[in-house]
């Protein structure tokens, strides 16, 4: 999951001001982690303790009020009762990275990534968009075979994967839909040769940079195996403590599953 946060904070500084080219500083000095890498910790953090999803995004939540939350999910995370909201934004699919590492089973990686999004992202796209995501980590790591991943995940989900970056780049404007983010974060990885090389087709699509990159180094790292160590040390340096000790207890304890 290290490769999801590192996406989101390589990712983080173009969100409002996107590029259209691959030829960019890995780590602008002004990147961080954004609300992206909170909730991809709280999932994992969830996993480790066995606490329900909602109760770990809402406790680790909070403690990052500024993360960038968008607006309707800023009230689910501070309601007393929590409900749904059907959503189809793309929030769904950018926490979601940890189940497709931890889990056994494609069943089990489908049902835990529901489990995820239903909590606040109840819409069919935005539960799609999480159990696509989860699913190509999970054969990311599992597969290990480029084509069996773009062939399953266009049959299960019906998402157009037959496009490559420079096709998707020109036209492509920002959208924080899971139908207009996942299918794109996919193809950033599936036309890659490395770690480094997928995050940066994803944001040089020009969109929600954090997002895509996140969930497209997530798929990477699983694919291509751990980040660099440079990459591992930045975001050890940029995460919070606490945000870190999930994170690295969390890579541990599922590194060779």
């Not at 983080?12 to 001001?17: G, L, P, T």
């Not at 990275?97 to 529901?114: H, I, K, N, W, Y």
């Not at 496009?163 to 036209?171: A, F, K, S």
């Not at 040089?204 to 291509?224: N, P, Q, R, V």
Request: net charge neutral; with cysteine; charged share 25%.
């Amino acid at each position: 999951m290290i490769g999801a946060i590192a996406g989101d904070i390589i990712g983080s500084v173009y969100e409002h001001r996107p590029i259209k080219t691959k030829g960019f500083p890995l780590f602008d000095p002004r990147c961080r982690f954004t609300d992206d890498s909170v909730l991809t910790v709280a999932v994992a953090d969830s996993i480790l303790t066995g606490r329900p999803y909602l109760e770990s995004m809402q406790e680790i939540g909070r403690r990052y009020p500024a993360a960038g939350y968008g607006g309707a999910f800023i009230q689910w995370l501070h309601s007393r009762d929590p409900r749904p909201y059907n959503s189809w934004g793309n929030g769904s699919a950018m926490r979601v990275s940890p189940v497709g590492f931890a889990f056994a089973t494609e069943d089990e990686v489908l049902r835990q990534a529901q489990k995820t999004a239903e909590i606040s992202h109840n819409h069919p796209e935005g539960i799609k968009g999480a159990q696509a995501t989860a699913l190509a980590v999970f054969l990311a790591r599992t597969v290990h075979d480029k084509e069996k991943i773009r062939r399953q995940i266009r049959r299960r989900f019906g998402y157009d994967l037959d496009r490559g970056v420079d096709d998707i780049r020109p036209g492509y404007t920002f959208d924080v839909s899971c139908q207009k983010t996942v299918p794109e974060a996919i193809i950033s990885f599936l036309d890659s040769q490395s770690y480094e090389d997928a995050v940066r087709n994803a944001v040089s699509l020009g969109g929600d940079s954090d997002t895509l990159a996140c969930i497209t180094g997530a798929i990477a790292e699983a694919f291509y195996g751990a980040v660099p160590p440079r990459i591992r040390e930045k975001v050890k340096a940029l995460l919070t403590p606490d945000l870190w000790a999930i994170t690295e207890n969390f890579c541990r304890k599922y590194r060779e599953q």
